[in-house]
């Protein structure tokens, strides 16, 4: 958390401070480069600055909401598709549940293969198609996810790395049998009634699946299928870091009009004009 406290009025003038039109906030320092691109691809001028967690995030969308401030928010959804949600032209929410559900395109990850494989391989839609049988797979654990937060249950469910749901250490496949044993340990924790009413506003969802995946959980999954293809074009074993992987996928503005998560996000930015 920052150390100083300034006053609303000074939050809504440090964009003129840095000769910005606006202020916009963010949770953490990997959030700034991908709402920085965002920002500058829908044309406004902005000034983006991380403010150190989740609960410091609440109390901007609080400030909003209650006294009218005039900074931005940039946010990741969460599940918050699924409780009601809070509607403000100043609150800009990712269209998956983090960052990351759009970081890691097809496309981009195409990209990763290429330039760590150093092959010019087009894999875009057998990625695609990975990442649909992989949320497929995850999909009870989806709705307990979703459960655990519109009921406050206090369960972790996909936790931040999806590594113990996965066949072994390096595949990216999801284990079915790691799934389901999982389930029978939490199902206890939930009634019939809640889980029923999650899957009917689950279906009701007009997102792919993958969108509603919790974002870090997922990384691994990701780093494992980068590991294999470039082992298939090349022959040798590459190691990707998180801090790589962020760098490499961050900038998800390439053929930005052809995606619906990033048109979906950069539509909610052009109102703040």
Same mark, same amino acid.
């Given at each position: ?52 967690? $989740?609960?410091?995030?609440? &109390?901007? @969308?609080?400030?909003?909401?209650? =006294?009218?401030?005039? !900074?931005?928010?940039?946010?990741? %959804? ?69 459960? $655990?937060?519109?009921?406050? &249950?206090? @369960?972790?469910?996909?936790?931040? =790395?999806?590594?113990? !749901?996965?066949?072994?250490?390096? %595949? ?102």
């Amino acid at each position: 958390m920052n150390s100083l406290e300034y006053s609303q009025a000074a939050e809504e003038a440090k964009g003129l401070f840095y000769n910005k039109d606006f202020t916009v906030y963010v949770e953490g320092d990997d959030d700034v480069m991908f709402w920085t691109h965002l920002f500058d691809l829908a044309e406004i001028d902005a000034h983006i600055e991380e403010v150190g967690g $989740n609960e410091e995030i609440v &109390k901007k @969308i609080k400030e909003i909401l209650d =006294n009218n401030a005039t !900074f931005i928010v940039a946010c990741d %959804s969460d599940h918050s598709d699924f409780i009601e949600p809070i509607s403000h032209d100043r609150i800009i929410k990712t269209y998956g549940y983090s960052i990351e559900n759009s970081m890691y395109s097809p496309l981009n990850i195409q990209k990763v293969v290429r330039n760590v494989g150093k092959k010019p391989v087009s894999i875009e839609e057998e990625i695609g198609k990975w990442a649909e049988s992989f949320s497929n797979n995850l999909y009870g654990l989806l709705i307990y996810d979703i459960a $655990n937060h519109v009921y406050d &249950k206090g @369960i972790q469910v996909f936790g931040n =790395n999806c590594q113990r !749901f996965l066949k072994s250490g390096t %595949s990216r496949e999801v284990c079915n049998t790691q799934v389901s044993n999982y389930l029978e340990n939490i199902k206890k924790h939930f009634t019939e009634a809640e889980i029923n009413e999650v899957k009917e506003k689950l279906s009701k969802s007009k997102k792919d699946i993958w969108f509603h995946l919790k974002g870090h959980f997922i990384t691994n999954g990701i780093i494992n299928l980068i590991q294999h293809h470039v082992k298939q074009i090349n022959g040798t074993k590459c190691n990707i870091s998180h801090d790589s992987l962020y760098a490499l996928t961050i900038d998800c503005t390439e053929k930005w009009n052809s995606r619906v998560d990033i048109n979906t996000i950069i539509s909610k930015i052009k109102k703040i004009k």
